[in-house]
């Protein structure tokens, strides 16, 4: 039975994660797939904390690959053409997969046209309590950038899925050239966005599941908005708006535009749109518990980058 399963290369690139890589290495070695079937691959990208030494414990049961720094891109890349899988998997150092993680990817390739995988994030349970706040907010703003998805029966096509949790066919990861170096967040979703325009099928399986560990201060949840929104503009100067995320801007922007406008008519307009501003943050606050200043800081961030990279000359 085992011998019918096709060889699978997880590629996991790290930098100064010496807190949860021993946690993601342990999970992996831990995989219900067989063992002479599943080949791990550690990129460390020029860590500067103890990981190096963390990795030398499992130099007799994981392949690492020590590069200079250059981004995770670049990392999953250099792990890709040292790959000898058919399919390659995708995760982070800051992650911990599910024991069946790697057997619930391969399911979703049941025919030739399917070319990608992804599956669900989650909380560790160990995570701090800001964290939990981000996941909070990333899962209640999962629907326009896909990047977590709402949980799922059965397996279904997508367009995207995070290269945390990701798996691909080797062959057509190399003719793409694989992740775009430098472009960093967003080079899965740039990837991705390659693999649907010719055709391929992209699919998710919720039973495909990791467990994230997430920023662990507002000062990192900022860099990463600014980041996130910096990239989505590049990317949709580069394709247009093929998001749905692209246009929260525009919405914004002429959503105050119109009260403004519409206030000057009748003050009565500036009530509504005050309630309306009001509902969206009982639906984040009160519904989906996300903290506010969570909330407007990741819009606020987001934004401005996504404005301000869009409207920056080529």
Known sequence: MSD????????????????????????????????????????????????????????????????????????????????????????????????????????????????????????????????????????????????????KNGIIETNHNPSCNSMYRKKVFSELGGFEEGLWPSEDVDLDYRLKKMGYIIKYNPNAIVYHYRPKNMSAFRRMMYNYGKTAAILAKRYGFFRKIYFEPIFIILSVLLIIFLTYINYYFLIIGTLLILIVIFYFNIIKKVNLSILFLALYEWNRAFILEYLRKI
């Open 4 to 151: 019918n399963l096709p060889l699978v290369s997880v590629i996991v690139p790290t930098y100064n994660e010496a807190k949860t890589i021993e946690k993601c290495i342990d999970a992996l070695l831990k995989q219900n797939y067989p063992k002479n079937k599943l080949e791990i691959i550690i990129v460390n990208d020029g860590s500067t904390d103890e990981t190096k030494k963390i990795l030398k414990k499992y130099f007799e049961k994981i392949k690492i690959i020590n590069i200079p720094n250059g981004g995770p891109s670049r990392a999953r890349n250099i792990g890709a053409k040292n790959a000898k899988g058919e399919l390659i998997a995708s995760t982070d150092g800051d992650c911990i997969v599910d024991p069946n993680w790697v057997k619930e990817l391969v399911r979703c390739f049941d025919n030739k046209q399917v070319y990608a995988a992804g599956g669900a994030q989650f909380a560790p349970l160990d995570q701090s309590q800001f964290g939990n706040q981000i996941q909070k907010f990333l899962e209640a703003s999962g629907f326009l950038g896909e990047y977590i998805k709402y949980k």
